[in-house]
């Protein structure tokens, strides 16, 4: 989730499916909620992750029709990125 998610409808329906939203409120809320800041920390890595993933063409394309060569080629992308970065 991000900010522009934050509303009590959708973070009403993240936890009925069993989710913990770490989502901060936005500035204006009237009722700010508590919220782990170094969990959501860890959701800018994540999000680097997926975008560096993304500049490999056939884990953007997903060429690949079975799931298991799919995760075979994302594991070997994250090893090249490992490598060149």
Do not use: H
């Not at 920390?41 to 680097?48: D, F, G, H, M, S």
């Not at 490999?56 to 080629?73: A, H, M, P, Q, S």
């Amino acid at each position: 989730m991000d900010r522009a998610y934050e509303g009590d409808k959708t973070r009403s329906l993240a936890e009925i499916q069993g989710f913990i939203p770490v989502v901060p409120p936005k500035s204006n809320r009237k009722k700010p909620w508590e919220y782990d800041r170094e969990i959501y920390k860890l959701r800018n890595e994540v999000e680097r992750l997926i975008r560096r993933l993304k500049g490999f063409r056939r884990v953007f394309t997903r060429y690949d029709k079975l799931d298991i060569v799919f995760e075979g080629v994302v594991m070997l992308a994250m090893i090249f990125d490992t490598i060149l970065c």
